[in-house]
């Protein structure tokens, strides 16, 4: 160890082994507080039977009652076993243990983990509220599914003045213009908090690659997908394909993630002006669309699937925000449906293959590369042919690899290239920093099979249609509220 430990007095905080009467124990987490996972509920009875009951509650005794710190599940199960005719002692083993305060037994709850069931985001949110509990301070916790930033997102305080309203977000601007946007920085985890707080779906908004359906997955579950779907004849649904994924072994990152409202909300404000009219040829979730109908942009997105188009204006209503997508393949709608005096273009793409979101032949992700550019540049085409002059569009894109080899394809490159044959020329190139995830615990596999790099960034390529000098006079300038002679005051970590 590169430092000395402090050696500190180790104390037993058991007070007694003793038989209770189970069916009279409370609990001080919520039934929210935890969910079954990988049919924890069915293995827990399975284990009830077949080794019977061989671990003590974990109790403390406060106020003339028995608190259960450990044990919640199999109380419930027990019960459910007696209902179909088992027979269960009406006193139970329990291991009494010393706390001082109800908060204290509330961080016991938590060190004591679940094989069964997981603690769900929200019944986390709510247990450390209700007993004044600071996550982030609890660094010897480790909490399946919760990585660090995942933990500085849900509990990272906000002042009372910045609890969200659609006119305090339109109002301020809070973000430095640098080149490397950093999304796990404090304060865009704040600002990130203040938008997710409004109230978004997202088990409905399914992004890209990195960002789809319940998590950020690594490659191999969404080619184990793929092969789901063509074994199965059918859509596989995501409890199935992640309860597959842990039968064989794959790291599953458990949480939910949508596409970053905070970047929408800072490329529609630096680059379009005010109650502009945005095209998103790639539509994919709701956050876009709902991010710019907030902010009093005009919308217009397109997808070409309907069940993802319906579950984004079924949001966009249940949120009172006006937002418009359409449900066809890009490429005709931008034949079919002209988007004159567009004023700002912003998307994700698809990452070619890499996850395929249908078997509609004229789904980009069923193409080979080479198919998927030719598609792809002519999307870019139509999509600048619409828009006006001396006005930006924005993609957020990242490189993905070749099957055979694991060789990069250059997508950002060809990107870029798309966008210059239309007649648009590369104006910034910024770098989205992402939360590490499950790149931690993929990174030492790829790394030795075959050093690849963890990759935890994606490119932000804006581009320019018209002359550059009349930037300053169309655009005019943005009000910062933040302190940059602090920021600039910070050492540059770059030298």
Known sequence: MSQQMEVQEIKSRVLKTEPILWKNLKFIQDDNFKEWIDKGDKKLVNSLLKYQFVDPFKVWEHGGEIYCLDGKHRTLDLQKLIAF???????LPATFLDCSSMEEAAELVLVYSSAYARITQQ??????????????????????????YALMELF?????EMLPSKTKIADDFVMVPFSILDSRSGEWLTRKRQWLNLGFNSQESRE???LIAKSGQSTQIYELRNQMRELLKREPTWDEILDKAKEKGFHVFEGASIFDPVLCELMYRWFCVPEGKILDPFAGGSV??????????DYHGIDLREDQVEANVRQAQEMNVEAEWYCSDSDKVLDEVAFPDTDFIFSCPPYA???????????LSNMSYEDFLVKYRSIIEKSVRDLKDDSFACFVVGDIRDKADGTYKNFVSDTIAAFQDAGMKLYNEMILINAIGSMAIR?????NNGRKCGKIHQNVLVFYKGNPKNIKEKFGELKLEIDLDNVLSQPNIAL
Not at 85 to 91: F, L, Q, T
């Open 156 to 160: 990272n305080p906000i002042d009372s």
């Open 208 to 210: 890209d690659v990195e």
């Open 443 to 447: 990174l030492k596999r790829q790394f």
């Open 123 to 148: 019944g986390l949110f709510d247990f450390a509220d209700k007993f004044n509990l600071d996550l982030p301070e609890l660094d010897t916790l480790s909490l399946p599914g919760f990585d660090d």
């Open 353 to 363: 293959y890499l996850e395929k979101y249908s078997d509609d032949p004229d789904d």
């Open 288 to 297: 876009r669309g709902i991010v710019a109908g907030m902010l009093d942009f």
């Open 85 to 91: 005719g088992a027979n269960v002692p009406e006193k």
